[in-house]
Nanobody, 112 residues
Framework: QVQLVESGGGLVQAGGSLRLSCAAS??????MGWYRQAPGKQRELVAS???????NYADSVKGRFTISRDNAKITVYLQMNSLKPDDTAVYYC????????WGQGTQVTVSS
């Protein structure tokens, strides 16, 4: 079964940037997404990208986050700019439908 490993999180001040990576252990020929879960909240989809590269974003991150994928490297990225304290969460990647096993995620903490 394909495994997902997220990395790139950390502690950053408001207004800063981070780049998250999601490496898959095998090919995933489906749309992929980045999700986040803040303490006490449900997991939400913040960005998605189709196999062909079409992207969609949640209103809360539109204009600040950019999702991309490298199919050759089987990796999905999330460039996060102009970070806000409300972006603090554990970030996960997964398919958009028919989820595969969730990875451990990567913690993003934005200080004010």
């Amino acid at each position: 079964q394909v495994q997902l490993v997220e990395s790139g999180g950390g502690l950053v001040q408001a207004g800063g940037s981070l780049r998250l990576s999601c490496a898959a252990s095998g090919s995933i020929f489906r749309a992929m997404g980045w999700y986040r879960q803040a303490p006490g909240k449900q997991r939400e989809l913040v960005a998605s990208i189709s196999r062909g590269g079409s992207t969609n974003y949640a209103d809360s991150v539109k204009g600040r986050f950019t999702i991309s994928r490298d199919n050759a490297k089987i990796t999905v990225y999330l460039q996060m700019n102009s970070l806000k304290p409300d972006d603090t969460a554990v970030y996960y990647c997964n398919t958009v439908t028919d989820y595969i096993s969730w990875g451990q995620g990567t913690q993003v903490t934005v200080s004010s």
